[in-house]
């Protein structure tokens, strides 16, 4: 029922900039805490950005703290993620996460590819 659609991936050159949408439906959004995580091939998966489910607080991997923004807009059930100075080594897989606290759901989108070129 619920469903989580990433896009906005691409091949984008060193130091240029990307936006990936995540658009949630069939769930209340507003109640979502909403991240994002990113997979390269050979690595692990790993915690990019967090936003709390009013949009109140934000947080980063060191890896991409100045370089990414996350922000959401809960009146179009939208979650963004505003990438900057990309680097080679933000070339994975990017998914979106929602999850709800208060009852444990956790849903995931199927990814997005970024591929930054080297």
């Known amino acids: 029922q619920v469903q989580l659609v990433e896009s906005g991936g691409g091949l984008v050159q060193p130091g240029g900039s990307l936006r990936l949408s995540c658009a949630a439906s069939r769930f209340i959004f507003s109640n979502y805490a909403m991240s994002w995580f990113r997979q390269a091939p050979g690595k692990e998966r790993e915690l990019v950005a967090g936003i709390t489910s009013a949009g109140g607080s934000t947080s980063y991997a060191d890896s991409v703290k100045g370089r990414f923004t996350i922000s959401r807009d809960n009146a179009k059930n939208t979650v963004y993620l505003q990438m900057n100075s990309l680097k080679p080594e933000d070339t994975a897989v990017y998914y979106c996460?929602?999850?709800?606290?208060?009852?444990?759901?956790?849903?995931w989108g199927q990814g997005t590819q970024v591929t930054v070129s080297s």
């Open positions: 996460n929602a999850v709800r606290f208060t009852t444990g759901a956790k849903y």
